[in-house]
């Protein structure tokens, strides 16, 4: 979800893990997940105190994550997609349940609050690890009569220099929301009404993008872009001038998870990462690094108080109301799918 300042570092590290061979008999967990989205500081803790080597791949949708292991991907031990993806992983037996007396730090510091809306409540199949937002970006100084809508991507003055995620339930309900319809819709007419709007959308994009738009916004090469709340956050340490709005009409609020594949070899070690980044300090750390929030109750008194009275971190009452989270949709799963090939054929 989720290059940035931080990717540079990210990278470098994966290159330098990479290039350094394994101890014999030491474990390595294999990790897939969205590029730019842990600490590496903390990823080497862990190595260093469970004597073990930490691998991570990267994937920059759940659709592309999902694809390549349906195609026969193998190997992995543990997955972050998101939480809309899990429950299609589940069930379709592509996970292993979690074993909570492995776990005493999610037992006792995931946020009750966040469980109100979560997919999995019980988290039987999954854990939680960051939350966001999506919305909107913009350079403040270049995009005149700024309004907090989806109607800015009709805007004929910014043709060409605006993006839309590259992610079908995410632009899909982004228009959905648009027309004043719940993201999560199964009626094909208000399906085919989103399709129109998004297409008509397309005219003034310059691409849809998923990792290069908030480097492209920070640059100035896009004015306004459709983006997560921890991307746009980050960038904004290299230029003050991006602003980020969640739309009037409403807009998508989404975790990503952690979850253990079936066929992973490593499922104790997978455990005990899990259990690891949801340690309190290990979670602030984290989630100061990486402007995501990872919703473990116990942790939100060791962030700074800029961060705890971040409205994008932790939106107030009146955004939230605004917000749907993505569900999966079981058999119409497949109306998004049509409708969004739709409006990639569409020129």
Known sequence: MRATRHALIVRLGALLA????AVAGEPVLHVYTWADYMKPELVQRFEKENRCRVIIDTFDSNEAMYAKLKAGATGYDLLFPSSYMVKIMNDQGMLQPVDHAKLPNVKKN??????KIAIDKEMHHSVPYMLTITGMAYLESRVENFQPSWTQFDRPDLAGRMTLLNDMRETVGAALKFLGYSLNTKDEKQLEEARDVVIRWKKNLAKFENEQYKTGLASGEFLLVHGYSGDILQVQEENEDIQFAVPAEGTSISCDDMVIPQEA?????????????HDPEVAAENTEFIAYLCPNAASYEYLSEETRENPVLFPPPEVRSKCEVIDDLGADNVKYTKVWDLIKAAE
């Open 110 to 115: 995931v946020d009750p609050e966040y469980l």
């Open 265 to 277: 070899k490593e499922t104790d070690l997978a455990h005990r990462f899990i259990n690891y980044l």
């Open 18 to 21: 990479a290039a350094v061979p």
